[in-house]
């Protein structure tokens, strides 16, 4: 038998590929990745009252806009109130009991106004489920 090729024939690869060449699946992972990352909602860390529960309370916009040297408060961690058996003040710096365990808080993560609440409250920083930092600390009244 003798094969004889045309002058027109075109030979076509078994796989055919991409005219980019690009025909791996490892590219189309990492195209669909980045598209995903882009249009990631970014809203959960811009503000913490996720569901709208203090939405209508007179202190909402206090609250929003509570800082300390570490920057706003309720931005990246959720404020939890503390009460006065959990929290001290032992040479001139506050302490608070998180979790069982009693953390030294940074002197920069003190709020320096008035606590317009009337209850110590703490906002702890956790990453996977363990406290990293205490962003923000506003003392009440040591009864």
């Excluded at 078994?14 to 249009?39: D, E, M, Q, R, V």
């Excluded at 003040?89 to 317009?116: Q, S, T």
């Amino acid at each position: 038998m003798t094969i004889v090729s045309h002058p027109d024939s075109v030979v076509l690869a078994a796989h055919p590929t991409h005219p980019a060449g690009i025909n791996k699946p490892w590219f189309y992972l990492a195209i669909f990745s980045a598209l995903a990352l882009a249009t990631w909602p970014t809203t959960a860390s811009r503000a913490r009252d996720l569901d709208g529960r203090y939405a209508n309370s007179p202190l909402h916009d206090w609250f929003n806009q509570l800082k300390s040297g570490k920057g706003l408060c309720c931005s990246f961690a959720d404020g939890t109130s503390v009460e006065d058996p959990d929290w001290n003040i032992r040479d001139g710096h506050y302490r608070v009991r998180i979790d069982a365990n009693w953390y030294d808080v940074p002197d920069d993560a003190v709020i320096d106004e008035p606590n317009r609440a009337g209850k110590t409250m703490v906002w702890p920083y956790y990453s996977d489920g363990k406290l990293i930092y205490i962003r923000c600390f506003m003392p009440g009244d040591l009864g």
